[in-house]
């Protein structure tokens, strides 16, 4: 069977894989894109969005709750978990199929099956009417990551979930155990939690939301205790037993003591591994490192023509990353000159209620790099667009260099947060100083007057506080 010759064979479809596919039609690439499971990848199917339209349903449950504040009357509040599950699944296939869409618009070659690198510049597709062979010089391995699975806390879709079957739920869990205090971790919590599952999140280092700033991070914790979740820090689970159709009593360590808890559900978020296997990647001499493939600043793996980008190719594990990498890399295989990541302006979003959301260094980050710093923070309760909105729980908090003025870090929590951050991307990407900041005309009345007001604060000029 003769091959098929493209300029640039894209493996996998997520937002890394299906970002450079189109990005590579668009300078005039001939692209071909191969994916195993579905367009979107898990970011559109079991990910970002899916997860984001059940979030949606519970914070609107959480709002009906407190209908009397605001005026109004709503009684008999109670939700239809199905009906919540086949809203989210709905999101997700209208997205999915829009991909489909946007690459017959840009006349990528799509084929649906497993890829494997067959030597240089050939890739092996496996579909279900056969195999294929594809050619190209320039190959973009984008096949993501899947959840990590620890040993004897393995899910097995009934009384341990991963995130997928926690996505489609074959019941509301009633005592929920969360493993793992991450973004994926802290949003499920957030979800079941609201609609009345008593949760406990168990944390193994000594903060939940460890990659986020101390304090933010305490913020968060406090106001989700309040809600009614129980949270271990510095605990880890040793053993599930299972029963099936009754529960599970897990062992968990706490200050080296183990204690046992009973719980209906569990869910594991504890991470995630690439998906390298099965790829021909080590026989075409990839370095991979802990499941992850090294690369350089611009996602070449060593290999000449070969490049991987997103989750396979390690932190930070973001959607966003990946197809600004997908764009980055089809621009260097189109012989445009592009500009390599930046990991400290990528922002990072979690969208439990309150939201957090992070770009840059830390204060502990920033202290530890040998910055002389100067810290600005402003809580919600002195915005007034915070308290008509009956949020009054939040803060924002910014990082400077003290020398230069740099703007190091930004980090929030509170309502709407995940849409805030970007004006400090923006700010970071520019490399702007506190002036540009200060002299900045803020709209009122917004939430985003409190990213002026952290700023002018962290200079002993913060106005409404």
Known sequence: MAAKNFD??????GPGGYVAAIRGAQLGLKVACVEREHLGGICLNWGCIPTKALLRSSEV????????????KAENIGYDLDAVVKRSRGVAKQLSGGIGH?????KITSIMGDAKLSGKGKVTVTTKDGTEELTAKNIVVATG??????????????????????????RMPKKLLVIGSGAIGIEFASFYSTLGADTTVVEVMDRILPVED????????????????TIMEKAGVKQLDRTPGKGVVAHIEVNGKIEKHEFDTVISAVGIVGNVEGLG?????????????????????????????????????????????GVMVAELIAGQHAHPIKPNTIAGCTYCHPQVAS??????????????????RFPFIGNGKAIALGE????????????????????????????????????????TTEEDLMNTVFPHPTLSEMMHESVLDAYGRALHF
Not at 61 to 72: D, P, V, Y
Not at 215 to 228: L, P, Y
């Open 392 to 431: 009054p729980e939040g803060m924002v908090k910014t990082v400077f260099d003290a020398k230069t003025g740099e703007l190091l870090g930004a980090h929030m929590v509170g309502a709407e947060v995940t849409e805030l951050i970007q004006g400090y991307v923006v700010g970071r990407t520019l490399e």
């Open 281 to 325: 990647l080590e026989d075409a001499g990839v370095k991979i490192d802990r499941t992850h493939v090294v690369t350089d600043e611009y996602c070449r793996t060593g290999v000449d023509g070969l490049y991987a980008i997103g989750d396979i190719a390690g932190a930070p594990w973001l959607a966003h990353k990946a197809s600004h990498e």
């Open 102 to 106: 946007l690459f017959k618009k840009n």
């Open 8 to 13: 640039m064979i894209v493996i996998g479809a």
């Open 214 to 229: 101390a304090e933010i991070a305490a913020f968060a914790k406090k106001q989700f205790v309040k809600q009614g979740l």
């Open 359 to 376: 770009v840059g260094l830390t204060e502990e980050k920033a202290k530890a790099a040998g910055y002389d710093i100067k810290v600005g």
């Open 145 to 170: 990551a899947r959840a990590r699975e620890l040993p004897g806390l393995e899910a097995d879709g009934d009384l341990v979930w991963t995130y997928k079957h926690a996505l489609q739920p074959v």
């Open 61 to 72: 449950f959480h709002l009906m709750h407190r209908a009397k504040e605001f005026g109004l």
